[in-house]
């Protein structure tokens, strides 16, 4: 009796007692901005374990989408702490994390990068069906295509110019170029690329419409003393059409640009 109690003793202290077996993995969980956007876009509350941090800076979609959910760090401790069964991600985490999380057996699913409307309607469906969620990724990916149907139907318009609070604007072969000109207007920048806005083009040359994007979120506000809030950008824009659209619209390649390209599309 003694050495059946001493031995159970002994296995105590050194650990070797069988040890309550962990949680099981469920739910899905997202770790920076465009997940979550993704995310919540998607997916019943129900099945959402957790969202990034990043979602409290969204404050046009996420922040009402995602109350009462809890938040996550894009770290190997907090997302293993959670035990979701899918992490969701686009550049959340560092280069290790798929590799940690699959040897777990924590289902990742990655945001692609989309360079085109066309690439952001394909990757919407691609992950869409990856969550299991093909229909509300196909009534999504619906909507989204009407939008932009008929913002096509209009006549051209002329040029946009992007203006942003870090003064990048943008021209031909960026995704908000296609924004704008599924809107009807060309990029007012003419060279590719991205690029600092040409202040002095504008004065001799005004766009015909601004299209601006990130005033309203603190996270994006760089600096007061830009160049978007200088007198000479504002009389040189002034008969402009001017359009602001929430900076989460632009921020991610989804459904969510077919707002903004609506909103461009219907100034006058």
């Known amino acids: ?51 990034s941090f990043e979602a409290d800076s969204d404050v046009s979609f996420a922040v009402p989408r995602a109350k009462g959910l809890a938040r996550l760090r894009p770290q190997l401790e907090d997302i293993v702490a959670l035990r979701p069964a899918v992490v969701v991600r686009s550049y959340g985490g560092d280069g290790r994390l798929d590799r940690q ?57 002329g040029t946009a110019l992007y203006i942003t609070p870090g003064d990048v604007t943008t021209g031909p072969g960026s995704l908000v170029a296609e924004v704008m000109g599924a809107a009807g207007y060309s990029p007012y920048r003419a060279a590719p690329g991205w690029g600092s806005l040409p202040v002095e083009d504008m004065v001799r040359r005004p766009p015909d419409a601004v299209f601006r994007a990130f005033f309203d979120s603190p996270r994006y506000r760089q600096d007061y003393w830009t160049s978007s809030r200088h007198p000479v950008v504002a009389r040189a824009t002034h008969g402009a059409r001017d359009v602001e659209v929430p900076g989460a619209w632009l921020a991610c390649g989804n459904w969510l640009m077919g707002h903004a390209v609506t909103e461009l599309a219907k100034a006058r």
């Open 1 to 51: 009796m003694r050495r059946a109690a001493a031995l159970a003793v002994l296995a105590v202290l050194t650990g070797c007692q069988d040890r309550a077996p962990l949680p099981a993995l469920h739910g899905i969980a997202s770790i920076d901005f465009c997940a979550d956007q993704m995310v919540l876009g998607l997916l019943p509350k129900s099945r959402i374990r957790a969202v």
């Open 101 to 157: 999380l699959a040897a777990m057996g924590i289902k990742i699913v990655q945001l692609g990068f989309p360079a085109s409307l066309a690439d952001a309607r394909a990757d919407m469906l691609r992950v869409g069906g990856e969550l299991g969620a093909d229909a509300e990724a196909r009534a999504l990916v619906a909507g989204f295509d009407r939008e932009l149907a008929e913002a096509r139907r209009a006549p051209a318009k």
